[in-house]
């Protein structure tokens, strides 16, 4: 009698392992479709933003660029980097980050380990480039803010890079000077971590001298 209760207990034990397995394999497919899911429909609503974009003129910038440089990167990244504008290798591929200074910070990612591809979102303060690289304007920052704030809550990132003073001024400020604040962490928008990373090295001579070695 005591053998075949015994026979019955591990059998249903058997069962009940089968069923929990079973049932967190189910658990794990729903997820896996819920997520990509959510990544399609991410994709979808930054795409959305990418044309409002492509049809905006609500600045005098939108009458003097030849492309609009709205993001690179992977929407999924942790990490989000905001620049300050395109540049002119920037105005005519479209890309963000692909001028001297971009390559340098390429390089620097790629010296820490990660993928600029898949470890980062990328985007700027403003979406087209200011005449001779000018610094752009509050008002033309405040037309592109709209763009920024969505694409910023659609990628939901853990972190976000303000490369440069441009950039840092857009959420902390026009009164902070970037001497102070950078390498620093703050909070912004819904809570999520920002540092600032001085971009006037990337542009100068140490850039130079870097990219000088390749």
Not at 116 to 140: A, L
């Amino acid at each position: 009698m005591i053998n075949y209760s015994l026979y019955i207990f591990i059998r249903l034990n058997n069962y009940i392992y089968l069923l929990y397995f079973s049932l967190k394999r189910v658990v794990s497919d729903l997820n896996q479709k819920a997520n990509t899911v959510k990544i399609m429909l991410k994709e979808k609503e930054l795409e959305e933003i990418k044309k409002e974009c492509e049809c905006c003129q609500k600045c005098e910038l939108g009458k003097t660029r030849n492309k609009i440089v709205f993001s690179d990167g992977n929407p999924n990244a942790k990490i989000l980097l905001i620049g300050e504008a395109p540049g002119a290798d920037e105005d005519a591929s479209g890309v963000p980050f692909v001028g001297r200074a971009g390559k340098f910070l390429t390089k620097i990612m790629e010296e820490c380990g990660f993928n600029r591809k898949e470890d980062f979102y990328i985007c700027n303060t403003v979406k087209c480039r200011p005449p001779e690289n000018r610094v752009p304007t509050d008002d033309e920052k405040k037309c592109c803010e709209d763009y920024l704030l969505r694409q910023i809550k659609s990628v939901n990132p853990k972190m976000v890079v303000l490369c440069g003073a441009t950039s840092a001024k857009t959420f902390l400020g026009n009164k902070i000077k970037i001497s102070q604040i950078r390498g620093k962490m703050y909070k912004i928008l819904d809570n999520i971590d920002a540092m600032v990373l001085p971009m006037q090295q990337m542009r100068g001579g140490m850039a130079d001298m870097f990219l000088s070695e390749e």
